[in-house]
């Protein structure tokens, strides 16, 4: 809201002497902790990505491909759905991340850049890569990549409440959003060692700083890595110490 009304100011800030907001100090605000999708639940949920489930405005293959590329890549929602043909290069095994799709209260979608307004290229695993191709297929023609029903872009308000919350209902899952399998995403990549800047280009965070504070905690050992590093340099230098005696 802060910037929102900042901006709004900005645009009839001829009349003003001077910017209105340089007076006062930025909210500050707490940072929510990402929480990551139980990994028990999230086998749960791609095992049954290929059975008929409940729902309307996508055809479940659309919705399972949906889920997939989420939970394979870490892509924010809008960059999922603004996806085109022209931005996958699946002979290569590479998503080219150029736009996000958006709702817009009165102007209904709207594809725009991405969040940090930057292009980035995340290489994918090779069952998305088949999943991917098995979609093309199906809809040859279609220039975006998950469409509805009726061809057209897919809003996420109504991909959450009539595919993603009825499938969480049928597995008996607490309810959660799309993030989630960003969140998990980042979780895994982090325990399995993935060092913290290759995690933050393919989230398509604008720094680094970004994603050590979201997801730093999620990095094992790095303290006693720390230790260890700087034992052992020490340790070149001044050689093994005795011990006093307690």
Known sequence: LFDTLRQALGDVRPRFERDLFSLVDAPTYARKEATPIDVDELHRILRVLDEPMRGDSVTDQVFAAVIHTLAATGMRIGEVLGLHVADLDLDAGVIHVRSSLGEIVGRGLLRGPTKNGKSRKIPVTSDLVA????????????PFVFANDHGEPIRSSSLLT???????????????????????????????????????????????AITLSVYGHYMPGRQNEAVEAIGAALAAVLGPMEQEAV
């Not at 098995?134 to 279609?142: E, G, V």
């Not at 979780?187 to 680094?208: A, K």
């Open 131 to 142: 999943r991917l191709r098995r979609l093309r297929r199906s809809n040859p023609t279609l």
């Open 162 to 208: 009539r595919k993603l919350h009825p499938l969480l209902d049928d597995l008996e899952m607490k309810r959660f959003g799309f993030h989630r399998f960003r969140h998990t995403w980042a979780s895994i990549v982090l325990h399995r060692g993935v060092d913290i800047g290759t995690v933050s280009n393919m989230l398509g965070h604008s720094s680094l």
